[in-house]
Antibody, heavy 115, light 106 residues
Framework: EVQLEESGGGLVKPGGSLRLSCAASGFTFSSYSMNWVRQAPGKGLEWVSSIGSNNNYIYYADSVKGRFTTSRDNAKNSLSLQMNSLRDEDTGVYYCATRATPTRWGQGTLVIVSS | DIQMTQSPSTRSAAVGDRVTITCQAS??????LNWYQQKPGKAPRLLIY???HLEAGVPSRFSGSGSGTNFTFTISSLHPEDIATYYCQQYANLVDTFGQGTRLEV
């Protein structure tokens, strides 16, 4: 069974940094591209970043470009999102998901950016 | 980037109603479209993938159709547990986008 578990969320001050992780199991992680998706409180879903199965591409939403960095370690079945220069508007639940058909999602981790 | 226009944003419906939600893509996405259901405090649940394929374990009252730029999601007979927010998502290229969501209410 495919399982994705996000971790690393928490409370951080504006301008601070946070690193999210996504632990994958139950499938051949190295064969799949991955997404980060977020959801601000009371708002819709927003795609944040995608990364190819072998780091062959990485894309970011304009709202996070230059501040967030996506990476993966296929040997450890792990996906990461390094978030720097955090803003209030980065507050929300962050999900990792497979770019597969059908897709699979984790349960999310909450990030709160507040002074 | 591909824009997804989802409508309506809110839909009032009664148990037993047939409910239809639409998503329009700003360019041809073939059939690279998912539909999700989301309840408060929960992760999105995949219902339909590749525009019309029912995810395993999802009741058959849910269906999807369309290709190219116009897509439809239908609940044939609304159950009380279907009250939720629904999203479409295109994955035709390497940058995904979501519709704005449709909140179903009784």
């Amino acid at each position: 069974e495919v399982q994705l578990e996000e971790s690393g969320g928490g409370l951080v001050k504006p301008g601070g940094s946070l690193r999210l992780s996504c632990a994958a199991s139950g499938f051949t992680f190295s064969s799949y591209s991955m997404n980060w998706v977020r959801q601000a409180p009371g708002k819709g879903l927003e795609w944040v970043s995608s990364i190819g199965s072998n780091n062959n591409y990485i894309y970011y939403a304009d709202s996070v470009k230059g501040r967030f960095t996506t990476s993966r370690d296929n040997a450890k079945n792990s996906l990461s999102l390094q978030m720097n220069s955090l803003r209030d508007e980065d507050t929300g639940v962050y999900y990792c998901a497979t770019r597969a058909t059908p897709t699979r999602w984790g349960q999310g981790t909450l990030v709160i950016v507040s002074s | 980037d591909i824009q997804m226009t989802q409508s309506p944003s809110t839909r009032s419906a009664a148990v037993g109603d047939r409910v239809t939600i639409t998503c329009q893509a700003s360019q041809d996405i073939k059939s690279f479209l998912n539909w999700y259901q989301q309840k408060p405090g929960k992760a999105p649940r995949l219902l339909i993938y590749d525009a019309s394929h029912l995810e395993a374990g999802v009741p058959s009252r849910f269906s999807g159709s369309g290709s190219g730029t116009n897509f439809t999601f239908t609940i044939s007979s609304l159950h009380p547990e279907d009250i939720a927010t629904y999203y479409c998502q295109q994955y035709a290229n390497l940058v995904d986008t979501f519709g704005q969501g449709t909140r179903l209410e009784v």
